[in-house]
């Protein structure tokens, strides 16, 4: 039996304003209508980042609360909070977004050039961040940006071992202007650098979307896509909302005969705690 497929999706990023894409889910209502939808489609997780009442992004801890509670409430997702947040973010406060408690969180292991910015995260951010995620029993998702990145991540498991549920699980993020190419070559050189009995998800920035979901697939890795990172599905057609490029993920994960993976076996996979929510069984 081949191993299905886990469908993320990074449905908001900090990057785009609602302006360039009105499908962009910005208001908490919008967010979980999102969440429904593209789990009905395949995705049995979900990467997290808000916006203020004026659309800016923001790593507000009241509003972080209320976010994850809703999406604990309205879907079965793994509720993946980003810790990379903005450009402009600072390290206290990508930390601080632990205390919203989700079941996942982004950790980038190291610095990229980021467009005409760059995203910072120095070694010492990444061991604070990665030691409070052990502390709140919060499991990590490794976001590799770059090849080096790849070093980063083996040489923090060494010094600082296992994370939370004992399992590694990474995304790949490539085509970002700056960072790893969109290719299956880079793809696939970073894979073969990774921890043994890793999992990973890849996705590609932009027009590097489709080739990277396809090699994802053929290598036996998961899929991660969503408006954060991709804003046509092909040359001068926008994208309509996020559960499109959800079921577009899930039609090729079912042609690879590898079909979108459940909530529960994701969770299963990734070991996450068991957290509930009132109102919820
Ligand atoms: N918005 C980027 C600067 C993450 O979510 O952890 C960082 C980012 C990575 O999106
Ligand atoms: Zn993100």
């Known amino acids: 039996m081949n191993t299905p497929t886990l469908i993320t999706v990074a449905a908001t990023g900090a990057e785009t304003p609602k302006s360039a894409a009105p499908g962009l889910p910005v208001t908490l209502a919008e967010l979980v209508a999102t969440a429904k939808a593209c789990e009905a489609a395949g995705a049995a997780l979900i990467h997290v980042h808000i916006r203020d009442g004026a659309g800016e992004p923001t790593l507000d801890l009241g509003q ?3 976010t994850v509670a809703a999406l604990r409430t309205e879907t079965d997702l793994i509720v993946q909070l980003s810790t990379g947040g903005a450009v402009t973010d600072p390290y206290a406060a990508r930390i ?3 205390e919203a408690d989700p079941d996942s969180c982004s950790l980038t292991c190291g610095t ?4 005409t910015e760059v995203f910072m995260n120095p ?3 990444m061991v604070e961040l990665y030691r409070e995620t052990q502390a709140r029993q919060i499991v990590p998702e490794f976001e590799l940006f770059d090849y080096g990145h790849v070093t980063a991540l083996n040489r923090l498991l060494d010094k600082e071992g296992s994370p939370f549920g004992g399992h590694v699980h990474c995304d790949l993020v490539l085509g970002v202007p700056g960072g790893m190419p969109g290719t299956a070559v880079a793809l696939l050189a970073a894979v073969a650098q990774l921890p043994a009995g890793a999992s990973w998800s890849a996705t590609g920035i932009g027009r ?3 080739p990277v979901a396809l090699a994802a697939l053929a290598a036996g890795g998961h899929l991660r896509v969503g408006m954060e990172d991709t804003l046509t599905m092909a040359p001068g057609q ?6 499109e490029l959800v079921t577009r993920a899930a039609t090729l994960a079912t042609l690879a005969q590898r079909p979108p993976m459940t909530t529960a076996a994701a969770r299963s996979l990734l070991n996450v705690k068991t957290r509930t929510v009132e109102g919820r069984p």
């Open 64 to 66: 972080l609360r209320e």
């Open 96 to 98: 601080a977004v632990l």
């Open 112 to 115: 990229v050039n980021f467009g």
């Open 123 to 125: 070694w010492p951010f």
């Open 208 to 210: 590097t979307a489709l």
């Open 238 to 243: 926008p994208v309509r909302d996020n559960e």
